[in-house]
């Protein structure tokens, strides 16, 4: 049977682009449907915003060290405005590179939502209709907020990047990645920021004592951090929001963001009807191959649920043209991943939390916890976080966590020796680079705790 296409990927942000690229470049004859921006949420509603927003709010603090450092320099106001329009058009300017990457490696692009009509035909919003051998879905995911009173008033991740203007005032409900990240980008920029998170700390599932040094240096860093505490309701109120909590109060908002998790973008795709398995929060369901429950059809991504984050739908993308193009069968290894949270302070971290390890077996843990040289001078009171979890029996580097500026940068080279099997002496053994906060790393004399 021949087809119009060797493969045809649904959706264009990372895993979508790499995928229908890599595959292009091995002579496969590829499409690709995008319904809304190339780029997908990564470039366009997401990390690369998200940082460029991170890098703008941190501008004042660093004003204020710099007088510390004896520069007579005063912080003008931030313009939210002049921001916004170098923010857009830098990524009107990544979405026409990923267009290009497309168009240069010949893979024909169609600018319309797309679903399965069967195991190898999608058919386009305009009803054509396309056949492949292979079709990849590569959908993403998209903000979810919960159902409760006055929940439409609330904005997500989506939105934050398209303010008409800065509020004075906002509410970030949620403890997550976003939500964590968002309140130190408002709070930098300016605006009195709250945090309600409904459990005992954010951050949940990463390294205790890590969690809680972020959370100290945000509300140190001006965030007003509730825990404990959720919405209970949402009303309008002369342009702003009056929220109810849990503890029965009352706050009035201008704006409110939620960042309470993001669901797979799987529905109506056409799937349920050519038996391709969603699982319990809607996700495609996959193999190690990246293969869905109908052999010619794959998903890589966030759409998938395994670990949502753009360097693996990248991975996952790529292992799938090896696995099918390349007669090579190769699983992503989701294994030791490194990340960074761009929480003001920021961290980074790779392998096991404590609490993890400890459940898994007997270990040492080293750590230290200190101002840094360059905050310190300014007055800051900040603290850093460098932490290393090991195995007392093979004395690996289960985990390692860092609470610091430029701790994503950290964490990434870190994260090759985490990767590579290093052991708490191969860290001993390598000579410090001083005076750095990051040679604490290898000059880590006695374990604090071991159990
Ligand atoms: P997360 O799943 O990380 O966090 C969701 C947060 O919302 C949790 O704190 C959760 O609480 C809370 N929550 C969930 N439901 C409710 C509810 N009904 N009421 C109140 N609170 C609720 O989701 P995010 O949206 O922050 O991020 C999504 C994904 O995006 C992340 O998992 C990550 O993979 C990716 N990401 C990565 C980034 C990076 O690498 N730097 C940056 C941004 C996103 P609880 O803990 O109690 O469940």
Redesign the pocket.
């Known amino acids: 049977m021949s087809f119009d296409y060797d493969l045809f990927v649904i959706g264009g942000g990372s895993g979508g682009v790499r995928a229908a690229r890599v595959a292009a470049q091995e002579g496969v004859k590829v499409a690709l449907a995008e319904e809304d921006r190339y780029g997908g949420t990564c470039v366009i509603r997401?990390?690369v915003p998200?940082k460029l927003m991170v890098f703008a709010s941190e501008y004042a603090g660093m004003v204020e060290d710099a007088q510390a450092y004896g520069w007579d320099i005063q912080a003008g106001s931030f313009s939210w405005d002049a921001f916004k329009g170098k923010l857009h058009a830098e990524l009107d300017r990544l979405e026409g590179i990923y267009r290009n990457i497309l168009k240069n490696n010949g893979v024909e692009s169609f600018d319309q939502r797309a679903k399965l009509a069967d195991a190898h035909t999608v058919e386009l919003a305009d009803g054509t209709r396309k056949t492949a051998k292979h079709i990849l879905i590569a959908t993403g995911?998209w903000?979810?907020v919960?159902e409760f009173p006055g929940a439409e008033l609330a904005i997500t991740?989506n939105e934050i990047f398209h303010l008409d203007a800065l509020p004075e005032s906002i509410l970030i409900?949620?403890?997550?990645?976003?939500?964590?990240?968002f309140a130190g980008i408002m709070n930098g920029l300016g605006v009195k920021t709250t945090q309600?998170?409904?459990?005992a700390q954010?951050?949940?599932?990463f390294d205790e004592e890590a969690r809680n040094v972020v959370a100290e240096g945000m509300a140190e860093a001006g965030v007003d951090l509730q825990l404990n505490t959720?919405?209970t309701e949402m009303r309008a109120e002369g342009g702003k929001i009056r929220v109810f909590d849990t503890h029965g109060k009352e706050h009035l908002f201008d704006k409110v963001m939620y960042?309470?998790?993001?669901a797979p973008n799987a529905d109506n795709l056409g799937l349920e009807d050519i038996g391709v398995a969603r699982g319990g929060n809607g996700a495609i369901v996959v193999d190690a191959y990246s293969q869905t429950a109908v052999p010619s059809v794959f998903a890589v991504g966030?759409v998938t649920d395994r670990?949502?984050?753009?360097p693996v739908a990248i991975r996952e993308g790529m292992a799938f043209v090896e696995t099918v193009f390349k007669g090579n069968p190769t699983s992503p290894d989701h294994d030791l991943i490194p990340?960074?949270?761009?929480t003001q302070p920021e961290m980074g971290t790779v392998g096991l939390s404590e609490e993890e390890a400890a459940a898994q077996e007997a270990i040492e843990v080293y750590s230290t916890s200190f101002k840094p040289m360059q905050q310190a001078f300014a007055g800051r009171a900040q603290k850093v976080l460098m932490k290393l979890v090991v195995s007392k029996a093979n004395r690996r580097v289960l985990g390692c966590h860092i609470v610091a500026p430029g701790a994503g940068e950290m964490i990434q080279l870190a994260g090759i020796a985490v990767k590579m099997g290093a052991t708490k002496e191969d860290f001993d053994r390598t000579v410090a680079v001083h005076p750095t906060m990051s040679e604490e790393l290898v000059t880590l004399k006695t374990p604090v705790r071991a159990t």
């Open positions: 997401g990390c998200k995911g903000p979810t919960p991740s409900v949620g403890g997550g990645y976003i939500a964590s990240e309600f998170y409904r459990g954010i951050l949940r599932g959720n919405v960042a309470t998790g993001r966030d670990v949502n984050l753009t990340t960074a949270i761009f």
